[in-house]
């Protein structure tokens, strides 16, 4: 067809040179056969992560919407490479995963994005693994899905596969997860 850059006969058409114009070819004797589609993304074979943060602003926001300061600070810090969080930093953090209101869990999700990349060392045990899987899950889960949930949640839910704990989590809830990032496409 006739589009942009593309020629008049399909081919490339220099419009200012004439190199690249169309030329009648002999036509073949047999078709070749087809060959088998290449795909670019897939299979994966290196494993997406998304190690920055901007920890100001994910505190702010957590503050702005009501967390405890000191405990989500402590947490940020281990996210940071700091001392792994106090377990009543790490009991307020699962607290917050399941109660808060789904509209405001994005810098949550955000937060547990950094603390899945470290794993232990940020005091991701099972039982905060399962909280985070299951608010990556709700956030998801009904319509109509926040855009930042849904980016969040995509991004936490890349980074829980770097520590077999998370891992573990993340794999019991991967298809409601990923159900709920496909309807949000």
């Known amino acids: ?6 020629g008049g006969y399909g081919g490339s058409h220099d419009p200012f040179t004439g190199g690249g114009a169309y030329v009648p070819s002999a036509p073949t004797a047999a078709a070749a056969a087809p060959t088998a589609p290449t795909f670019k993304y ?14 100001d602003g994910i505190l702010r926001k957590l503050s702005e919407f009501g967390a405890e300061e000191g405990a989500a600070a402590e947490v940020a810090a281990a996210c940071n ?3 792994p969080p106090g377990a009543s930093s790490i009991a307020a953090l699962a607290a917050h995963l399941e109660s808060w209101p789904v509209d405001k869990l994005f810098p949550l999700l955000d937060l547990c994005r950094m603390a ?13 693994a399962s909280a985070m899987a299951a608010a990556c899950a709700r956030s998801v889960a009904e319509a109509p899905r926040l855009p930042a949930n849904v980016l969040t949640a995509g991004r936490l839910f890349c980074n829980a596969f770097r520590h077999e704990v998370a891992q573990d989590a993340f794999a019991l809830r991967a298809s409601e997860i990923l159900d709920g990032l496909a309807a949000a496409a």
């Open 1 to 6: 067809g006739f589009g942009a850059g593309g």
């Open 42 to 55: 897939l299979p994966m074979r290196t494993p997406v992560a998304f190690e920055t943060a901007k920890y």
């Open 81 to 83: 490479g700091g001392d």
């Open 116 to 128: 899945a990349l470290r794993g232990d060392a940020a005091g991701v045990s099972r039982e905060v």
